[in-house]
C-alpha cells in the first residue's frame, strides 16, 4: 500500500520515465552512466534519485545443489519478474546475482524503502528449475540523493555499503544509506588501512590454541590462530579483522605471516620441549587464499625454511570456503596432499553440503562444529554427533570436537569415542611463549600420570 501511494503522488507531480534501453549484463560503467543522465534529469525536476542494489541471498547453495546451467535458467526467470515489479524504473543486470534498480523523481528516501518493499513480492512466489520448486530472498541495499549534493559514483558507492549492511543483518532485509553508516564505512576504510600497515609491519600476532587427547589429556597439537591489538581500539575480534583482510586484499599476506610463524614456532617446539616430538600444528586458509592459486608454492616454503615435516603441518578449510568455488579447492587440496600435509575440514556440519564435501574433496580429517558440543542438552544432539563420528570412522577421518567448554561435554565426547577435542576447558589461544610452558607442563603432568589435573 504505502508503495502504491508513492509511486502514485511522484506520477501526479512529474513526468514518470519512460523504459530505457537496459545495459549489458555486468556493464557497471553504463550503469554509472544511466545514473548520471538520471542526476541531470533530476536535476532539471528538482527531484531526487534512488539507486537500490539487489543481492539475491545465498545464490551459490543453488549453483552447488542444481548446477550453474540450473542457476543461469533461474536468472533469467529472476530479472523479468524484477522489471515487472519495478516498472517504469531501470533494471540493470550486474555481475553474477546482483542487480540495481535506478528510480527516478523519488519525494524522499521513504519512498525508495516503498519501492524496495514492492520488489520484495519477487520473492514470495517459487521459482522452478528442473523438476523442483525453488524459494528465494534478496537483500537490497538503497541509496537516495540530490543533484549537487551527490554523484553517481558516490550513490553506487552509498547503495553497495548499505547492501552490504544488509546481508549482515540475514538474509531478506533491505538497508538505507544513512548518517550512521556513513561514519561505519569511514571507520571501515580506517580499519582497512590500519590492518594493511599492520600486516606491512609485522604487527599481527600468533596465538595458539592445544587440540587434546580426551582420554589422556595429552596435547597433540596446536592451532594457529591470527589475533591483531590496536594501538587505540585494543583487541580486534578476529572474525572482524579477517574480514576486513579479504575485503581489503591482504589476507594473502597475512595468511603467510601466520603459516611461517606457525610453521617456525611448531618446528621449535618439536625439537625443544621434551615429549613434543610428535606435535602438530594447523593453520587456517580463507576461499581467497585458495583462489589465489599461491597456496602450494606458499606452504612448500615453509616446511622447508621451518624444518618441519609435512606431516606435522594440518591446514584446514572450512565449507563456506569450499562453497566459493565449484571445483577449483579440489585441485589445491590435492597439491597440498602431494606434499604431505594433511587437510582438515574446519566447522563441519554448518554448511548445506557438508556430506557431499567428504567425497567430492581430498579431506583427512573434520572438526565438528562448536554448536553440536554446545546442544548436547537438546533432544537427540548426542544421536546426531554419534553418527558424525561412526561416519568419520567409516570414511578413515580423524575428528576433533570444538568448543569443548565443561567437563560433561568432554564426558560426553569421551563415551561417544570421540578421541580429540579443542576449546576453553582443555586450553585457551595464548601467545607463543606461554604456549611453550603450558606444553611443557601437560606434557609432563601426562607422562607422570597426572592427566586428570591438566583439563584447565
Not at 520515465?17 to 536535476?43: C, F, H, K, Q, S
Not at 580426551?214 to 591489538?229: C, Q, Y
Not at 610463524?261 to 606435535?279: F, H, I, N, S, Y
Not at 572450512?318 to 575440514?345: H, I
Request: proline content about 4%; charged content about 25%.
Amino acid at each position: 500500500m504505502l508503495a502504491a501511494a508513492g509511486a502514485g503522488y511522484a506520477a501526479g507531480r512529474r513526468r514518470v520515465p519512460a523504459p530505457r534501453e537496459l545495459p549489458p549484463a555486468g556493464d557497471r560503467i553504463r550503469l554509472a552512466a544511466t545514473v548520471d543522465a538520471a542526476l541531470a534529469r533530476a536535476a532539471r525536476d528538482d527531484a531526487m534519485l534512488a539507486v537500490l542494489m539487489v543481492d539475491i541471498d545465498r545464490f551459490a547453495d543453488v549453483n552447488h545443489s542444481h548446477g550453474h546451467h540450473h542457476g543461469d535458467e533461474l536468472l533469467a526467470q529472476i530479472e523479468p519478474r524484477l522489471r515487472d515489479a519495478a516498472g517504469h524504473d531501470v533494471v540493470v543486470r550486474l555481475a553474477g546475482d546482483e542487480f540495481a534498480v535506478v528510480r527516478e523523481a523519488v519525494e524522499g528516501p521513504w519512498e525508495a524503502l516503498a519501492a524496495a518493499q514492492r520488489l520484495a513480492a519477487v520473492w514470495q512466489q517459487p521459482f522452478r528449475i528442473g523438476g523442483d520448486e525453488v524459494f528465494l530472498t534478496a537483500s537490497t541495499g538503497i541509496a537516495a540523493g540530490r543533484p549537487g549534493r551527490t554523484t553517481a559514483d558516490a550513490l553506487l558507492r552509498e547503495a553497495a555499503a548499505a547492501l552490504s549492511r544488509a546481508k549482515e543483518r540475514g538474509r531478506g532485509h533491505a538497508e538505507l544509506y544513512d548518517e550512521e553508516m556513513r561514519e561505519r564505512a569511514h571507520q571501515r576504510l580506517r580499519l582497512e588501512s590500519d590492518l594493511r600497515r599492520a600486516v606491512e609491519q609485522g604487527a599481527i600476532g600468533v596465538a595458539y590454541q592445544p587440540i587434546v587427547d580426551l582420554g589422556t589429556g595429552l596435547p597433540v597439537g596446536v592451532e594457529a590462530l591470527a589475533r591483531w591489538t590496536h594501538a587505540e581500539r585494543g583487541p580486534v575480534s578476529p572474525s572482524t579483522f579477517i574480514a576486513v583482510a579479504e575485503r581489503s586484499g591482504v589476507i594473502g599476506e597475512l595468511g603467510r605471516h601466520v603459516l611461517r610463524t606457525a610453521c617456525e614456532q611448531a618446528a621449535r617446539w618439536r625439537a625443544e620441549v621434551p615429549g613434543a616430538e610428535d606435535l602438530t600444528v594447523a593453520v587456517n586458509v580463507s576461499a581467497k587464499q585458495i583462489a589465489q592459486g599461491e597456496l602450494y608454492g606458499e606452504v612448500r616454503e615453509a616446511l622447508r625454511d621451518s624444518g618441519l615435516p609435512p606431516a606435522a603441518l594440518t591446514v584446514e578449510v572450512t565449507e563456506s570456503a569450499l562453497m566459493e568455488e565449484s571445483d577449483a579447492p579440489g585441485a589445491v587440496l590435492a597439491t597440498l596432499r602431494t606434499l604431505g600435509t594433511r587437510v582438515v575440514l574446519d566447522d563441519f556440519g554448518t554448511g548445506h553440503s557438508s556430506l557431499s564435501y567428504l567425497r567430492r574433496f581430498p579431506i583427512d580429517g573434520i572438526k565438528l562444529d562448536r554448536s553440536f558440543v554446545d546442544g548436547f542438552s537438546l533432544p537427540g544432539a548426542a544421536a546426531v554427533v554419534e553418527a558424525i563420528i561412526r561416519l568419520g570412522a567409516s570414511l578413515g577421518l580423524s575428528l576433533t570436537a570444538e568448543g569443548v567448554e565443561t567437563r560433561e561435554q568432554a564426558d560426553r565426547l569421551r563415551a561417544l569415542h570421540c578421541r580429540l577435542g579443542q576449546g576453553y576447558l582443555l586450553a585457551r589461544p595464548r601467545p607463543a611463549a606461554d604456549a611453550t610452558a603450558l606444553l611443557t607442563r601437560r606434557l609432563a603432568d601426562v607422562t607422570a600420570g597426572r592427566a586428570g589435573d591438566t583439563v584447565r
